[in-house]
């Protein structure tokens, strides 16, 4: 298996040197150009912006080369495996890889209640409008998965503050605006401090309508008329803007038209769609994998669990206890725009597979006037 993410320079790597910078500890090297800049500017205040979904290639289709963006995009790195929310969004906010906090994808099997639910909600999979989450699939969650934020760290040495900024939770902001205006009075706030504040578009727009529909369009040169205006707005300041992935317009493919393949499952997919965990029949494996590939070998990579462990697929650390429980017998990933569906939303632009649009991000890098 070729891993092409490069987890010596991703989201983790990034939240490891914000970590060094607010004297935290750190498990992962770190970005030596990032520290470089913090430890040369001292800045009073540093913001991480994530857009979610705000993949790179998707970035130079939308933006001309002299947007605010992309005149300040540092380079492309890759996210970490898979590319999708739940994964890349607890590594730059935790500085851990996959492997370690256990958040995978959006769907996750959770071995001592034995289902799959959906892993930042505690859905079950499958539940329809009115259902109510499972507070036992909640409680698991808090119990094994390791989220812990870099801001609830600063806040608890008491030395600097820590603000997560978020459209849900406990104190949400009302819109994009809103979010700017807090990322404003804070940056004016006494004290050093680190900001972290999560947009989640365009990913909630292009999975709707895709990534060339006008509207999402016009959401990319919004972000980058708001990120230019608050550069001129905040002082004393290194803005970071990243994304969790990237995206790509996909073909849907219905995993209940093949009968055959379903009769293998011991149960539902997990994961993602286009990063799919499969759970097989002790005497089904051959058939399973020789079905497979003769179906879908033309759009998806498929691995045994043996090979997706030894490659460090969700990058190197401390095995998280559940990790292995989480993987099932078989990994496919895509490579084409083709999407296996089972039990899942159908959209027009998706992520989590291994195309270069899902996985470069653009790292953003810039830093305001002294005060």
């Not at 401090?193 to 999560?198: G, L, S």
């Not at 999402?216 to 990243?242: A, G, M, Y």
Request: charged share 30%.
């Amino acid at each position: 298996m070729i891993v092409k993410n490069n987890y010596n320079e991703c989201l983790t790597n990034l939240a490891c040197s914000i970590r060094k910078y607010f004297e935290l500890d750190y498990k992962h090297n770190t970005l030596d150009y990032i520290d470089k800049l913090l430890e040369e500017y001292n800045p009073k205040n540093v913001v991480v912006l994530l857009c979610d979904g705000m993949g790179s290639n998707i970035m130079d289709r939308i933006l001309s080369k002299d947007s605010f963006l992309i005149k300040n995009r540092l380079k492309a790195i890759t996210t970490v495996f898979p590319a999708t929310t739940v994964a890349a969004t607890t590594s730059i906010t935790t500085g851990l890889n996959p492997v370690e906090s256990g958040m995978l994808g959006w769907d996750s099997y959770y071995k001592d209640l034995d289902n799959v639910y959906a892993t930042f909600l505690g859905f079950k999979k499958g539940s329809v409008e009115g259902d109510l989450p499972d507070p036992e699939a909640n409680k698991y969650n808090e119990e094994h998965m390791k989220t812990k934020t870099i801001a609830e760290y600063i806040n608890e040495t008491g030395k600097y503050k820590g603000y997560n900024l978020m459209p849900f939770g406990q104190d949400p902001y009302l819109d994009i605006y809103d979010m700017d205006e807090r990322i404003i009075e804070l940056c004016k706030s006494d004290g050093k401090k680190f900001i972290y504040a999560y947009d989640e578009d365009p990913d909630h727009t292009m999975h709707r309508l895709g990534w060339e529909d006008p509207e999402v369009q016009k959401i990319f040169h919004t972000i980058n008329e708001r990120v230019e205006k608050l550069s001129k707005l905040v002082k004393d300041t290194v803005f970071i803007v990243v994304a969790d992935h990237g995206h790509t317009n996909v073909e849907n493919i219905l995993l209940e038209d093949y009968p055959n393949v379903v009769d293998c499952l011991k149960r539902t997919t997990s994961m993602e769609p286009r990063a799919t965990n499969f759970f097989i029949k002790e005497d089904k494996k051959d058939e399973f994998k020789e079905l497979f590939n003769k179906y879908f070998g033309n759009y998806y990579d498929l691995y045994s669990i043996d090979e997706v462990i030894e490659s460090k697929l969700f990058g190197d650390g401390e095995e998280n206890p559940i990790y292995r429980d989480l993987l099932g017998d078989f990994l496919a990933i895509a490579k084409t725009e083709k999407t296996l569906i089972y039990g899942n939303q159908m959209f027009k632009s998706h992520h989590a597979g291994y195309t270069e649009d899902e996985i470069m991000i653009p790292l953003i890098v810039f830093k305001t006037e002294k005060e």
